[in-house]
């Protein structure tokens, strides 16, 4: 299989272009870092950060859902 052709045929099944599904899959990691760190934190002092993971998660899963 060609590059091109294997770099594409993933974004192309779920109706993205190559930069769209990249953009998308980079937000989606960015705010997957940022409920890890919220955890991480709220794990060593539990008075901070105590619905910030599970509130990106819940907002994770809303754009799964709703994506075209």
Known sequence: MAFLSVMT???????ETY???????????GT???AAVAAA???????L???TASDLLRKLCRKIDTRS
């Open 9 to 15: 045929q993933h974004p192309q099944s779920v109706g």
């Open 19 to 29: 930069g769209q599904h990249l953009r998308f899959a980079l937000g989606f990691a």
């Open 32 to 34: 997957l870092v940022l």
């Open 41 to 47: 934190v709220h794990a060593v002092l539990p008075f």
């Open 49 to 51: 950060f105590q619905h």
